[in-house]
């Protein structure tokens, strides 16, 4: 039996489709982190004191966003940056601003990866 090619379904009339990509432009991405996160993660990214592993990483999301002309939530490596660099915010220290809560760390991946508009956030 054939199968359906990559980004394709079928609907209910059976008709080939192509799936319709939850997707976000670069800056409506990064815009549902805080300015103070975003901040704080740039601080990182260059501060030679934070371990190089750490530095790295951040710096490869950082260039992989970039690189990208939109992002795709349901993409496995979105999904993934996400998670890290939320594991981060929770991790730096008390009173860093933009550091998250570890209690409210599932529901901050939740809303970064949400294909609904988030508070502050212009609909067009």
Do not use: C, H, K
């Not at 991405?29 to 901040?39: E, K």
């Not at 704080?40 to 004191?49: E, H, V, Y």
């Not at 950082?62 to 349901?74: F, Q, S, V």
Request: aromatic share 4%; glycine share 4%.
């Amino acid at each position: 039996m054939p199968r359906l090619p990559e980004g394709f379904t079928i609907n209910a009339a059976g008709d080939l489709v192509p799936l319709t990509r939850r997707r976000l432009t670069q800056v409506q991405f990064m815009r549902r982190r805080t300015l103070a996160q975003r901040i704080t993660l740039t601080a990182l990214r260059i501060d030679p004191a934070v371990p190089l592993d750490l530095r790295a990483a951040l710096e490869t999301l950082a260039e992989t966003r970039d690189m990208a002309d939109d992002i795709n939530l349901d993409d496995p490596d979105t999904q993934y940056g996400v998670a890290v660099v939320i594991n981060v915010l929770t991790n730096v220290p008390e009173g860093t601003p933009g550091r998250i809560d570890v209690a409210n760390a599932a529901s901050e991946v939740d809303a970064w990866l949400a294909d609904f508009p988030q508070p502050g956030e212009l609909v067009i």
